[in-house]
């Protein structure tokens, strides 16, 4: 199987084990990614202003590439993800919307959402599938308690990502199990780790984020897993004394190709 790919800034710098495991994870699953040629950044925050185009842009192009050669646009990243899906869907569902921004891209043809968009996750649940994976787990991680952190952007606004329930989301705790691990579900799992105010408010993200780790550490965790750099970035950051790791290393430790990224 192949699928077209969207790897974002982030996982270019700061977040290369994130998408480094992603790519060996999923040859070892059967699938290529391949990723999208000439893209750019999403833009990094959905704007939800309705005269804002120029930063849809960089999407649409993404999106329309993966639907010139017939494949899902894959994205592992929950910020990129969740600006790409929201974009895909103002294209289906706003038509004036959708008619400025193909004003813009006259030259590569029209796009009105044609795209499937998928996160990694869910290209490991609703095409691969958990079943599968189980059955490709080499090393299994079984004895660890594992806190998988949704943070804010992989789930919301429910309506359009339709990941999973934003309120009770199975997602990666299902793959927490088809691992060997045992899932722990724990309150924060899909608050805010205040990421996005560390600039502002260095306190109110640090209070944000410990409560994220220590509802975690409560529930009996021993290493929590998340699919957001910034998540990743602050709960560390802020002094977080259990392993904060990508979903995608602990996925290539079970399948027996993390080695491979060293």
């Known amino acids: 199987m192949k699928v077209s790919y969207f790897p974002g800034c982030t996982l270019k710098n700061k977040a290369k084990d994130l998408d480094a495991y992603a790519y060996k994870s999923a040859e070892a699953l059967g699938v290529t990614l391949e990723e999208i040629e000439n893209w750019q950044c999403c833009g990094g925050v959905f704007t939800t202003s309705k005269d804002e185009i120029a930063t849809k842009l960089s999407s649409v192009r993404a999106l329309k590439a993966a639907n010139d050669k017939g494949q899902p646009l894959v994205s592992v990243c929950s ?22 921004v193909n004003n813009y891209l006259k030259e ?69 199990k088809a691992l060997g691990a045992e899932p722990v579900v724990f309150a924060n799992r899909n608050e805010c780790c205040g990421g996005y105010v560390s600039m502002e408010s260095p306190a109110l993200a640090a209070k944000k984020s410990n409560a994220v780790v220590e509802n975690a550490k409560a529930k009996g965790a021993d290493m929590i897993i ?37």
Request: proline content about 5%; overall charge negative.
């Open 79 to 100: 910020a990129c993800h969740n600006v790409i899906k929201q974009t895909n869907y103002a294209m289906q569902t706003d038509k004036d919307f959708a008619f400025k």
């Open 226 to 262: 998340t699919a957001c750099p910034l998540c990743r970035y602050n709960l560390v950051k802020n002094g977080a004394d259990i392993p904060v790791v990508y979903f995608t290393e602990l996925l290539a430790e079970a399948l027996g190709v993390k080695e491979d990224n060293k």
């Open 108 to 176: 590569d043809g029209p796009y009105n959402g044609e795209t499937e968009v998928l996160h990694f996750l869910e290209l490991l649940r609703d095409k691969i599938g958990f079943d599968t994976v189980k059955e490709k787990v080499v090393n299994s991680l079984k004895g660890k308690k594992i806190a998988a952190y949704y943070g804010c952007l992989l789930l919301r606004p429910g309506k359009v990502m339709r990941m999973d329930d934003p309120e009770n989301p199975t997602i990666m705790e299902d793959l927490i």
